[in-house]
């Protein structure tokens, strides 16, 4: 049974907060077969060096360039191995970030719900949903590490989650 290896990352706020994309995480993009980007690339030269690794899918966050705004949504609904998983940025007003990403999937059968905006790495059960946010490979803001997540699937088989977490976004 094949499986899908998933790199999922978010808030990379680049060209200000990085000039590239940390070697850690360009290690785990050669074996990517899909990347999903949560939202507030920045800039598109992001989605244009990521899809040189493999296929890109992504929503657009706050602080995103028009282009994301003319080709990404703000909510997207994927089906990885019969995985249907949610993703949003997260932001908006009231409530924490965490609860606006869950209230987008509210009406929606979904397994697991990707999200970003805060930059803090999570990863829990909510009421028979997994959430997750990636935390940032490239401003960790108060966090001790940069960090991006991983997801292996395989048909019929719970989802394989992980944070990679790293020191040094140049490294």
């Given at each position: 049974m094949k499986e899908v290896n998933v790199i999922v990352l978010g808030d990379t706020h680049m060209p200000r907060m990085a000039k590239q994309l940390p070697k850690r995480l360009i290690c785990e993009l050669k074996t990517a077969n899909l990347i999903i980007h949560v939202g507030d690339?920045?800039?598109?030269?992001?989605?244009?060096?990521l899809k040189e690794f493999a296929p890109v899918k992504g929503v657009y966050g706050n602080v995103d360039e028009p282009f994301f705004h003319d080709h990404f949504q703000a909510t997207l609904?994927?089906?990885?191995?019969?995985?249907?998983?949610?993703?949003?940025?997260?932001?908006?007003?009231?409530?924490?970030?965490?609860?606006?990403?869950?209230?987008?999937?509210?009406?929606?059968?979904?397994?697991?719900?990707?999200?970003?905006?805060?930059?803090?790495?999570?990863?829990?059960?909510y009421e028979g949903r997994v959430i997750f946010n990636p935390g940032s490979p490239?401003?960790?803001?108060?966090?001790?590490?940069?960090?991006?997540?991983?997801?292996?699937?395989?048909?019929?088989?719970?989802i394989q989650i992980e944070h990679i977490f790293f020191v040094d976004k140049k490294h």
């Open positions: 690339w920045q800039t598109r030269e992001v989605y244009e060096q609904m994927l089906n990885l191995a019969g995985h249907r998983i949610g993703v949003t940025h997260g932001h908006g007003k009231g409530k924490t970030t965490e609860k606006r990403a869950l209230e987008k999937f509210s009406d929606q059968d979904v397994e697991l719900i990707l999200f970003g905006h805060s930059h803090i790495p999570l990863h829990k059960e490239t401003d960790k803001r108060r966090q001790s590490h940069y960090s991006f997540g991983k997801l292996t699937l395989f048909r019929n088989e719970p």
